[in-house]
């Protein structure tokens, strides 16, 4: 973020422009929050923390 100026996006798509939540969802924000979430022996999820959402990345950008 440090190289980006005030008018640049915090998150672009892979082929850069606008990121489409639709897309960006499925593909790559519920994937990352299922894969920090603890899971037992028998694959059981343990917890729903993270209860992350978009606009708490877009808050915290």
Same mark, same amino acid.
């Not at 996006?9 to 960006?24: C, D, K, Q, Y």
């Not at 593909?27 to 729903?48: C, Q, T, Y």
């Given at each position: 973020?440090? +190289?980006?100026?005030?008018?640049?996006? =915090?998150?672009? *798509?892979?082929?850069?422009?606008? %990121?489409?939540?639709?897309?960006f969802?499925?593909?790559r /924000?519920?994937?990352?929050?299922? +894969?920090?979430? =603890?899971?037992?022996?028998?694959?059981?999820? %343990? +917890?729903? /923390? =993270?209860? *992350?959402?978009?606009?708490?990345?877009? +808050?915290?950008?």
């Amino acid at each position: 973020m440090a +190289s980006k100026n005030r008018n640049e996006l =915090p998150f672009t *798509a892979a082929e850069g422009g606008v %990121l489409r939540i639709a897309t960006f969802r499925t593909r790559r /924000f519920n994937k990352a929050i299922e +894969s920090v979430r =603890p899971v037992s022996d028998d694959g059981e999820v %343990l +917890s729903d /923390f =993270p209860k *992350a959402t978009i606009h708490d990345l877009r +808050s915290t950008a």
